[in-house]
């Protein structure tokens, strides 16, 4: 071997050596590191535990109109957790989060306060005069009170009064959706009116004249989440009653199906899937129906109809039908009372939007009569 090959070798292994110690000492600190950052997030997460989102509660509130008290029952066990002195009520809200409720109350003289009440220790926080139906506005921010001269805006969080709207629509046939701009329902001469409460116009007013030239009056509405569509019992005669959806605010009229008596209630579920309705009769004058629709608002057909009366549910009482259907936040449920539309009484019980049928009933050891009633979030 030359010397000047040796030298090459001589020079070649010191600088392997080198880069050797160097990977392992880099080894040796990443190992440190790592371990040092592992034990310093698992020391953090022990100190400061991720608890798990739990699901809030629901509350089912209940006015009843024998007792003349608010029930308010755990709704998915149908225990009663509470109840105090409510009044004859006609209408109630509550608030998306559960924490106020909103109802009109009637005295004997019929004089009307209006009244919102925290709903954790139910006691009265806020007051005024005049009664009527209610309904949301603006995710909630304004309750909008309907007159058949004007219709009165309140701040949701203080009760005090801020507008008056000289356009009239008939109390109990006003329906809104809190994330859209219009409201609907019925104005003078019996039009049916789709109105801009934002910029304070009327986008459509027409009066509703079935296929065969009647004049259908508007009873109860409801209307799509999206606003894109609005849902109605109509009156013709006192022999023809319709069920009736139409396009929103055009107020075109799309689907039509016939029913019997015009006292029923009406709702969209919160996705806008499905549209419950019913036809209870004319219970006080002795003609029942006890019929209940399930509407599909996709397939544009009716899903489902129920004779209520077969149902076991009810224990063999002869005079339950239908009176309010309220749903649950995630639409997963409807609540729908039995009791209430002049004298009849019944429990309220459950309809599960998954398998379109009724599955339970929460009840009282007495006869009562719950209506109106609301569901939502437990305070």
């Known amino acids: 071997m030359t010397a000047s090959v040796f030298g090459d070798v001589l020079n070649r292994k010191p600088r392997m050596f080198f880069k050797r110690g160097a990977m392992r000492r880099f080894r040796r600190m990443t190992v440190i590191c790592l371990g040092l950052g592992i034990g310093l997030g698992y020391a953090l997460s022990c100190s400061s535990p991720t608890k798990p989102t739990e699901p809030k509660g629901l509350r089912l509130y209940a ?69 009527g139906q209610l309904v949301f506005l603006d995710q909630g921010s304004l309750i909008l009170r309907p007159h058949s001269d004007n219709v009165e805006y309140f701040d949701a969080a203080t009760l005090a009064l801020v507008g008056i709207d000289s356009v009239g629509m008939r109390m109990g046939t006003v329906a809104s959706a809190d994330t859209v701009g219009f409201v609907i329902g019925v104005g003078e001469n019996e039009r049916l009116i789709a109105y801009d409460f934002r910029n304070k116009q009327i986008l459509a007013a027409d009066s509703i004249i079935l296929p065969d030239n009647a004049f259908a009056r508007g009873m109860q509405f409801a209307l799509h989440p999206t606003g ?40 969209v579920s919160p996705d806008g899937r499905y549209v ?32 209520t009366d ?45 398998k379109l049928e009724f599955v339970r009933k929460i009840d009282m050891p007495f006869e009562w009569m719950p209506d109106p009633i609301v569901v939502g979030h437990e305070p």
């Open 310 to 354: 077969t149902l076991s549910l009810f224990g063999g009482l002869p005079w339950p039908s239908v009176s309010t259907i309220d749903f649950s936040p995630d639409g997963t449920e409807a609540y729908v009372s039995t009791g209430g539309n002049g004298w009849a009484t019944g429990p309220v019980i459950v309809f599960d939007m998954g």
């Open 228 to 267: 894109e569509r609005g849902f109605g019992i109509f009156r013709d005669s006192f022999q023809r009653v319709w069920f009736i959806g139409f396009k929103t605010p055009s107020l075109e009229l799309e689907i039509f199906h016939q029913l019997v008596f015009p006292f029923g209630d009406i709702a």
């Open 63 to 131: 006015s009843e109109a024998v007792t003349k008290n608010l029930y308010v029952f755990d709704a998915k066990s149908g225990e009663l957790l509470d109840s105090i002195p409510n009044g004859q009520t006609i209408n109630m809200l509550l608030s998306a989060d559960g924490q106020y409720l909103y109802s009109d109350h009637y005295d004997d003289d019929w004089n009307a306060t209006t009244r919102k009440t925290a709903t954790k220790s139910l006691a009265l926080v806020g007051e005024v005069s005049g009664g």
């Open 276 to 307: 419950l309705f019913d036809d209870p009769g004319d219970v006080p004058h002795g003609y029942p129906v006890k019929m209940f629709f399930v509407f599909d608002n996709v397939e544009q057909k009716m899903a489902r109809i129920i004779d």
